[in-house]
C-alpha cells in the first residue's frame, strides 16, 4: 500500500515512525513532514489544508489510504471533498467527515451530543454576543472558577479558567468580541470539574472499534503544572489511576455511548477519537472530544501498540476491524518536549539541533524541526518528543531525562517533572 499522512508534527512523526514498520507497506509519504519523518518515509511540500494540493499528490503517487493527523482538515470537510470528487470517491480517509469533525470543531455541537446520549459532562450554556446579558446571568449563578471556551477551533488556546466574577464577564465579553476571530463569536461558559485528567483514543471504523492506550499529558509550561498552557509539555502511558474497574466505566458510559450516539446521528465516522477525560471522586467525565490522535499523548501511546498499526487502519474503510487484534505493550512510555525558549509565548526559530547521535535508549520524534544546509534546526514551538520505554514509570523516565540532556540547541527548554504527580 502507498499511504499518504497529512501533518508536520510529533505526532504525525509517531505514526509515520509505526506505519513504516508494516510488512503491508510500499511506499509512505508526508505532507509535508519534517526533518524527522524524511528519515522514515518522503516528505511532500504541501499543506494539509490545500485539498487540491492534497488530490494532485494522491493521484501522481497513486495513494491507496490517506491519514489525516491534524484536526484543522477534517473540520474543513477533506473527506467529504474525497467523497464528492469522481477521482477521490473510492480512496479511503482515516477521519471523519465535516460532520462527524463537529464533535471537536464545535463545543456546543459536542455538548448536546453528549447531552443527548447522557454522557457525563459538566453542565454548560452557550452564548453569543447577542446573549451577553443571559450569560452573565448564568456565570452569576455558578460557583469560581469560571470556564469559557471557544466554540470553535482555537489552536489550543480557546480556554480561558477564572476565579472572579467579574473578570470572567470581562473576559466573556472581549472573547465574543472576536478575541479568537471566528471561533469565540459563540463561547460555552462551563461547570468546573475538579479532578484528574487522563486521556482515551479509540480507532473505530464506524460499527466497531479498537481501544488504544490511554495516556496523561502535561498542558502547562512550568513544573508543578504552573504557568501558560500549551500544546503539551510530555505524556506518561499508562495511567495507573486508570484501572481496569476505571477503564470499564468509560467504555460503558461514554465510549459505547458516543460510538452508537454517532451511528444514531447516521454520521459515517471512520477514524480516530480522543476522550479528554477527568476523574471526579473516582467517576469518568468528558471535558472535550478531539477527533484525532492528541499530541504529544500519541508519541507515548504508538510505541505501546504491538500490533501492526496499518493493518488495523487498512481494515477500517472496510468495517473490519474486529476482524483484528489490537496488542499492547505492557510496558510504560514517558514523553518529554523539548520547546523553544519563549514558548508558550514569542519565540525564535532557526537554531541548530545537536546530539542525535548521542541519543541511544530512547526515540526521538520531531515536532518542530526543518532541514537546512545538512543541519536540523527549529522550526516550532514544540521540537522534539522523547519517548523512552521501560518495565517501570522510574526506568523510562531515566531514560528520557538523560536523552533529553544530550539534545542541545539555543535556549532549550523543558519540564522536568513529568509523570512525577501520579
Known sequence: MNVLILGSGGREHSLAWKIAQSPKLSK???????AG????????NISPNDFKAVKQSVLNLNIHLVVVGPEDPLVQGIRNFFLDDSELKN?????????????????????????????????????TLETYSKACAFLE???APYVLKADGLAAGKGVLIIEDLNEAKDALKIMLEGQFGEASTKVVIEEFLDGIEVSYFVLTDGENYKLLPEAKDYKRIGENNTGLNTGGMGAISPVPFANQEFTQKVIDRIIEPTIKGLQKEEINYQGFIFFGLIKVAGEPMVIEYNVRLGDPETEAIIPRIESDLLELLAAVPHKKLNDFECKISDQTATTVMLVSGGYPESYEKGKIIRGFSEVKNSLLFHAGTKENNHSIETNGGRVIAITSMGTTKKEALQKTYESAAKIIFDKVYYRKDIGFDI
Open 141 to 143: 449563578s455558578m460557583k
Open 37 to 44: 519523518t524524511k528519515e522514515v518515509g518522503e516528505n511532500i
Open 28 to 34: 509512505l509519504y508526508i505532507a509535508p513532514g519534517n
Open 91 to 127: 480512496i479511503p480517509i482515516i477521519g471523519p467527515d465535516k460532520h462527524g469533525a463537529e464533535l471537536e470543531g464545535s463545543k456546543e455541537f459536542a455538548k448536546e451530543f453528549m447531552a443527548k446520549y447522557n454522557i457525563p459532562t459538566a453542565a454548560y450554556g452557550s452564548f
